[in-house]
């Protein structure tokens, strides 16, 4: 079983969305540069590792090149049971599954990053990550100062995040070596996220969850507040209301997972860093990570093997690195084009039917080896339409 995980702040970088421009996934960027009326190219191109930083503006670009990438591996038929996202990267895991749609996650991320930053400008705290210590200690460790200091984090064995004012969390790290921690390392950000010291971001972004309409999800979403997996609409909007005052657990989530079934990761967005986090937690556990449009083929080769013999020899509906799903732009009906059969060259740009009055144009070149899609049958967004062989 595969599910797909979503990163957080702090996995941003400069130039990160470069590889996607030409991509037929970044029309996601336009779409998204649309509705928050934003130059998010510029963002995700351009920005140097300052501005990227910035609260708002890292929590927007790893949103967006999450979507991104997800839209890719889903063209190429990949697809999972589950998903679960870190932090910031628990809305894009709502937004894969389809609890919230695509124009809402980017409406809500862009109120969270401008409310976690007012909180930060106001009541400025700091973050630590506590290496080579039990989770318990930690805790020992932020109760032994007398300070606003609590655990941000449990992200894997012997490596917690603690968060609070500038001084409690010294003092607290003082403390964890004495408790024989290897090593206390502070965190680059201007804020301690997921601690009381953001009631304020969390009572403004109430509001903005309050509007949102939340879905069943396709599958199952592990929690961070509970690391507990949910399948109800309803446990949402209280969920992510709790989320920016309460901890990130992401160990606990990683065992949820694994205990429902899950043994393959796929990491979906910038850096690897939930990759190592599950390699860490999870003994045996598959993992992958797709950054860039190159990382693509290789997750097709280790989740369904090299390519077999001819086309004729092709067993199922497996997909490998030289395959490609033309997915649906929309939801509505699927009209074919005439003529479209097995074995036509298609190129890239060519339309192979309508679905409502939304051409299906293909992203490729290559041969038709079929349709998925009947004539006639109503399909949804990014469900499989046809699949072609490249060349």
């Known amino acids: ?77 990949a697809d999972a049971a589950g998903h679960a996202g870190h932090s910031l990267g628990e809305y894009s895991a709502l937004t894969a599954a389809g609890v919230i749609d695509f124009v809402d996650g980017v409406r809500l991320v862009g109120e969270r990053g401008d409310a976690m930053q007012a909180a930060a400008d106001e009541d400025p705290g700091t973050m630590a990550a506590v290496l080579g210590l039990d989770d318990g200690e930690v805790e020992i ?56 010291l953001m009631a304020a971001a969390r009572d403004r972004l109430r509001k903005a969850i309050d509007g949102t309409e939340f879905r069943h999800p396709d599958g199952v979403v592990v929690a961070n507040v509970d690391g507990a997996g949910h399948d109800v609409a309803d446990d949402w909007p209280e969920l992510l209301r709790a989320q920016l005052t309460s901890p990130v657990r992401w160990r606990q989530s990683l065992h949820t997972m694994a205990d429902i079934g899950f043994t393959t990761f796929v990491e979906l967005g910038p850096g690897t860093v939930l990759t190592g986090m599950t390699k860490r937690t999870i003994s045996g556990a598959r993992t992958l990570s797709v950054s860039s449009p190159d990382d693509i083929d290789h997750m097709l080769e280790v989740l369904h093997g090299p390519l077999p013999g001819p086309v004729g ?24 084009a005439d003529g479209l059969a097995a074995g036509l060259s298609i190129e890239t740009g060519d339309i192979l039917g309508q679905v409502g009055q939304v051409d299906v144009r293909s992203p490729f070149t290559g041969q038709l080896m079929g349709l998925l899609a009947l004539d006639g049958e109503r399909v949804g967004p990014r469900e499989p339409i046809a699949w072609l062989r490249l060349g």
Not at 166 to 192: C, I, S, T
């Open 313 to 336: 020899q092709l067993e199922g509906e497996h997909l490998f690195a030289t395959e490609r799903l033309v997915v649906s732009p929309s939801a509505g009906v699927f009209s074919p």
């Open 141 to 196: 460790a932020c109760h032994r100062t007398a300070d606003d200091v609590w655990v941000a984090n449990y992200n894997a064995p012997g490596q917690v995040v603690i968060a609070g004012t500038a001084d409690a969390v010294q003092r607290a790290g003082e403390v964890a070596k004495e408790l024989g921690a290897k090593r206390v390392m502070a965190l680059p950000v201007g804020g301690a996220f997921h601690t009381p």
């Open 1 to 77: 079983m595969i599910v797909f995980t979503y990163p957080g702040q702090g996995s941003q970088k400069p130039g990160m969305g470069a590889p996607w421009t030409d991509h037929p996934s970044w029309e996601l960027v336009i779409e998204a540069a649309e509705a928050s009326g934003r130059d998010l190219e510029a963002l995700l191109v351009r920005a140097d590792a300052d501005e990227l930083k910035q609260t708002r503006n890292a929590q927007m670009a790893t949103y967006i090149l999450s979507l991104v990438v997800l839209d890719a591996v889903s063209r190429v038929g």
